[in-house]
């Protein structure tokens, strides 16, 4: 390890080594004034990593023994440059000016650390200023701390039972006061906090047993909900975590952390997680409007298109880039529409429709987003897309066998020539019985450019499989052929 002033030490790393270990080593052998200095660790990603990352990928921090653990893990693998920064300003461990007869109750959340200021029981009412993280390292949890609020307080505990492996309980808990104990009523570990004062929402350590005199506490491990699990995972494995599979989750869990947690509970905690980067779908749908709106100020021409029911909830969306649009000018007359499936609390079905570049290349025209599909949806999405594609002779439309899209199709554009997907048609003839063994003359038949050579293709078809000949008749030979 090199400082600034080329002065380097030799550190052994050894397996197992806590984020606190190696932090009381630096301070030791650079001389470093632990009272009045913190450190700060970091590291870069490294290249191979990097390269699939945005460029302002910024450092990774390293504040307590997850974090150290998953660096040293990655350390096995690939080299990493441990950057350690001194920034002046002691952590809160403040001892004085507090009515320590009051007693409290813990009810497990977030945790943060308090810079020292000079706060005396003269003036109860001047708030320290806090260092607001999240995370912070459980073990730092000491007589005499401040937390910003009780969330933060109960956070700190329930990852001090996860670290430490036992179960607590609270025993009071109120507005004001805050105490939890060990699970084993014959244990005397606990910890008692209290508000500053009635106006504030700062937290005061007043007493705190860290020692365990029960023999029971790693019995059926630690208990932690699925907050916290989510919690964990993305300060594990940030977004990455947010696809990784429940068993996956469980096992690692499981093995970092000795929490046994059931199917159910990880899936709701990989939710949660999701909820916490994505937002929720409630929240998503509510920002449409405002998405939809700086969406065409963006991108002039942008044809966008939002209609809500009597009770002000999302029932369709439609919308056409720019570019889209302005580029079907140059394109055939021949627009294919389709919708599928889509995934997540509200369901619903994404409508599509595109045309083919001179490169034969799919050209995105237009999307929508509606409940169903069916004859309404379908109906509404096409009188959007007239604003695109207008209707006379020249214009083709091609889809599926759906009934509600030749239904609209007839009703928005009576001008324009309709035919059947083929793709579609020749999955449907593949999966009937026999279908595959006359797949091959059912695509020549497609492809035949005179009625003499498909009288003669399609006679074949009826002699082989006459059931199948009756379907690819009542599909209508002219809307494939």
């Known amino acids: 390890m090199v400082n600034t002033r080329a002065r380097s030490r030799l550190l052994p790393i050894k397996e197992g080594l806590k984020f606190d270990e190696m932090v009381q080593m630096v301070h030791e052998n650079f001389g ?232 159910w509970k990880i899936w709701k905690a990989r939710e949660e997680a999701r909820t916490e980067v994505l937002g929720s779908p409630e929240s998503s749908y509510a920002q449409l409007p405002v998405y939809m709106h700086k969406l065409v100020m963006a991108n002039p021409g942008t044809i966008a298109s939002l209609e809500v029911d009597s009770e002000h909830r999302f029932k369709y969306l439609f919308f056409s880039f720019a570019a889209s649009v302005k580029g079907f000018k140059f394109m055939r007359r021949v627009v294919v529409v389709d919708g599928t499936f889509l995934k997540g609390k509200f369901k619903g079905v994404l409508l599509v429709a595109t045309a083919q570049d001179g490169d034969s290349h799919v050209y995105p025209l237009a999307f929508g987003i509606v409940d169903a599909e069916n004859e309404a949806s379908w109906e509404w999405f096409f009188n959007r897309l007239t604003s695109i594609v207008t209707d006379d002779a020249s214009l083709v439309v091609i889809s599926d066998r759906c009934l509600a899209i030749a239904k609209a199709v007839a009703k928005v554009y009576p001008l324009a020539q309709r035919g059947i997907c083929t793709y579609h048609l020749r999955k449907n003839v593949i999966s009937q019985p026999g279908g595959r063994k006359i797949a091959r003359l059912v695509k020549t038949a497609i492809k035949a450019y005179t009625t003499a050579e498909f009288d003669l293709i399609f006679s074949e078809i009826r002699r082989q499989n006459h059931k199948l000949s009756v379907y690819l008749e009542d599909a209508d030979v002219h809307l494939w052929s």
């Open 32 to 263: 470093i004034n632990r009272s009045s200095n913190e450190l700060e660790f970091s590291y870069a990603l490294p290249e191979s990593m990097l390269r699939d990352m945005p460029k302002d990928t910024p450092p990774v921090f390293v504040n307590n023994d997850r974090q150290w653990d998953s660096m040293c893990e990655m350390c096995k693998s690939m080299p990493l440059r441990l950057c350690i920064s001194v920034k002046n300003g002691i952590l809160g461990n403040h001892d004085q000016g507090f009515n320590h007869e009051d007693t409290a109750t813990v009810n497990p959340e977030d945790t943060a650390v308090v810079k020292s200021k000079n706060v005396n029981r003269q003036d109860s009412n001047q708030e320290p200023e806090v260092e607001d993280s999240n995370f912070h390292d459980a073990k730092v949890i000491k007589k005499g701390q401040w937390f910003k609020n009780k969330a933060e307080l109960s956070w700190s505990l329930r990852m001090l039972s996860i670290e430490r492996k036992f179960r607590m309980v609270v025993s009071k808990s109120d507005k004001k006061l805050l105490v939890v104990k060990c699970v084993d009523t014959s244990c005397k570990w606990m910890v008692r906090a209290a508000k500053t004062n009635p106006t504030s929402e700062f937290f005061w350590e007043t007493k705190y047993i860290d020692k365990h005199t029960c023999f029971s506490r790693n019995i059926g491990g630690p208990r932690a909900s699925s907050r916290v699990i989510s919690k964990l995972l993305l300060e594990n494995f940030g977004n990455s975590g947010l696809n990784m599979k429940p068993e996956l989750i469980s096992s690692i869990m499981k093995k970092r952390n000795g929490l046994d947690s059931k199917y």
